[in-house]
């Protein structure tokens, strides 16, 4: 070992422990003290000087700072003052932007594409056509931005071809007044063809009084114009024109129009193709029938049976018809209609005028879409009724109405080619609904609502017996679709409804494969809803079909559903 060593081991001893040093110790331990006090002023010198490079420095930070504010602010006014300029420029510039020259014709198409052009089915029927946009605030809005676009706004008539008007709450004679309607109609010009829906004071009694009727002289200059005319409330008289170009007629309200001589002297239709009378009928002789398409009565009153045949009689080219209406028999009481009114003025009901009486069945050889609601007199109607063009039929069946042997018959009259069924009402009984589903082979979709359940004579009766060797099911062979719904209030439901196995082994039956039919995940489906569905559905798009059924069947009448959907 060193000297330098056993000195730094011997100071090492003594800093340690608590040993006594000698001179010797005392003197090495003074140098290494004076060493380090050296080293601690030097250190405490640079600290010093480092100090004041910091002041300094922050000195010079809080002058940058100060620079760096004025240097924003000064850059902060100077993007206020562009701001400015752009806006002076932009004011400059806009007077020669391309929109304040465009061609006439293109700011007409700008005009239409931006209106509302969805069409009105809730009012009219399959089939309509918007001759323009739908009225509101958007034509004024177009009228106000400039005096060019005011002159053209005013100068295309397609923009104001949809006229809505109401005066259904006229207190003072002021709210009768039809200038802004008749002002509105002049902007239509002299050619182009109306879309008109007029709705005059509602048929209820104010302080005792039937509110006084509107009139409709105001229609008098366009009437050869009007392609489609919706009436509503209670309303004189037409006036005398023809309606020339009127192809789709809505009359609605339990007093649509005065009884006046007038409308009788017709004025004439010969384009008219669609009406819909709701809650009353209203007799227009100017209805040619036989020219007919579409025809609706939604009616709150009675018709007789012999009024209704001989008016369908008359309609050799409807391919469109609903029904919706009490029928009642010929020997009941003249005055016994379903209906009550204020006073015989406004008496509605049964107004078809003299008709022939009908003695054998109604051919409607056009006919490939029918819905009728008229409670036990459903299959009464089916026995009048032959049509080879039938591919829809929406039919309500009430109390004990069903009859498969007048259904056979008209099934074996019509050899229509009936591709879908909705069936609804207490009607009928599983083997009703069964031999209907035999008889008509050309079934594709079939949805009952509060008609059958899901029995096990119903299940039993869909299955493909594969031992008898039939090369299709028997009984729906082409049915690709089967739902069955029914409101949970229902009382009629059974004890004991057909369970899932069941329905699986059904579907797998009718199956050309031998691969099992599933149960769809319908989590997002209330409980009581099932969807089932073979390995691999005719159907490609049942998936859709399903997402439509949610929305349409998810209640009846209100009530929740308990319902089957199977894909074939």
């Known amino acids: 070992m060193s000297t330098k060593e056993a000195e ?42 480092a100090n004041v490079g910091v002041a300094k420095a922050k000195a010079a930070v809080a002058q940058a700072a100060i620079a760096v504010i004025q240097a924003q602010a000064v850059v902060n006014s100077l993007k206020m003052r562009a701001q400015e300029e752009k806006d002076l420029l932009f004011q400059y510039c806009r007077p020669l932007a391309p929109i304040r020259h465009l061609p006439r014709d293109i700011l007409i198409e700008i005009f239409l594409f931006t209106r509302d052009w969805s069409d009105k089915k809730d009012l009219f029927l399959r089939g309509y056509r ?33 006229i809505k008007a109401t005066y259904q709450f006229p207190v003072h004679e002021a709210d009768r007044d ?42 008098h200059p366009y009437m050869s114009r009007i392609r489609h005319l919706s009436l509503e409330g209670r309303l ?35 384009l008219l193709r669609r009406v819909k009378i709701v809650f009353s009928f209203n007799r227009l002789h100017f209805i ?15 018709l007789r049976q012999s009024a209704l045949l001989s008016m369908l009689s008359q309609c050799k080219s409807l391919v469109d018809l609903f029904i919706r209406c009490n029928i009642k028999d010929d020997d009941d009481d003249e005055n016994d209609d379903n209906v009550t009114f204020e006073d015989d003025e406004d008496r509605g009901g049964e107004d078809v005028g003299e008709h022939e009486m009908v003695d054998r069945p109604i051919v409607m050889s056009l006919l490939a879409s029918m819905t009728i609601y008229i409670g036990s007199h459903a299959v009464w109607l089916l026995s009048w009724l032959t049509l080879p063009s039938l591919s829809t039929l929406r039919i309500h069946v009430a109390g004990n109405g069903w009859s498969s042997a007048i259904y056979n018959s008209f099934c074996s009259r019509s050899s229509a080619p009936l591709h879908e069924l909705e069936i609804s009402g207490r009607g009928l009984s599983d083997e009703d ?36 060797h039939t090369p299709i099911p028997v009984i729906g062979p082409n049915l690709q679709r089967l739902s069955i719904a029914n409101g949970m209030s229902s009382p009629d439901i059974p004890a004991a409804l057909v369970e899932t196995d069941t329905i699986l082994q059904m579907i797998s039956s009718r199956s050309l494969t031998d691969e099992p039919a599933v149960l769809v995940d319908a989590s997002d489906w209330p409980s009581e809803v099932m969807i089932y569905r073979a390995q ?23 009530r929740r559903v308990m319902a089957v959907h199977m894909f074939f």
């Not at 081991?9 to 010797?24: A, H, K, M, W």
């Not at 040619?288 to 009675?302: M, N, R, V």
Request: proline share 8%; charged share 20%.
């Open 433 to 468: 609904f069964i031999h209907l589903l035999k008889e008509t082979p050309s079934l594709v979709y079939v949805t009952a609502s509060d008609a059958v359940f899901m029995t096990s004579t119903l299940t039993a009766g869909l299955v493909w017996d594969r031992p008898a």
């Open 536 to 558: 691999h559905p005719r159907r490609v798009s049942w998936n859709k079909e399903i997402k439509i059924l949610q929305r349409n069947m998810f209640r009846i009448d209100s």
């Open 8 to 49: 730094d081991s011997r100071l090492l001893f003594l800093i340690t422990t608590n040993e006594e040093p000698s001179t010797l110790d005392i003197l090495n331990l003074q140098k290494h003290i004076e060493k380090i006090e050296a080293r601690l002023s030097s250190i405490n010198n640079a600290i010093a000087e």
């Open 178 to 219: 039809t200038t802004g309607l008749r002002m509105w109609l002049e902007r239509t010009g002299t050619t182009a063809p109306l879309d008109v829906s007029f709705k005059g004071p509602l048929n209820t009694r104010w302080e005792g009084e039937l509110p006084r009727r509107m009139p409709l002289n105001w229609m």
């Open 236 to 270: 004189c008289e037409l006036p005398p024109g023809n309606f020339d170009s009127l192809e789709t007629l809505r009359i609605t309200g339990s007093t649509s129009l005065q009884r006046n001589p007038t409308n009788d002297e017709v004025r004439t239709a010969p």
């Open 130 to 162: 918007p001759v323009g946009p739908r009225p509101g605030s958007h034509p004024f809005r177009i009228i106000q931005v400039c005096s060019e676009w005011r002159k053209v706004g005013l100068s295309v008539p397609m923009l104001w071809a949809m």
């Open 288 to 302: 040619y029938w036989p020219h007919l398409t579409h025809l609706s009565l939604d009616l709150a009153c009675s």
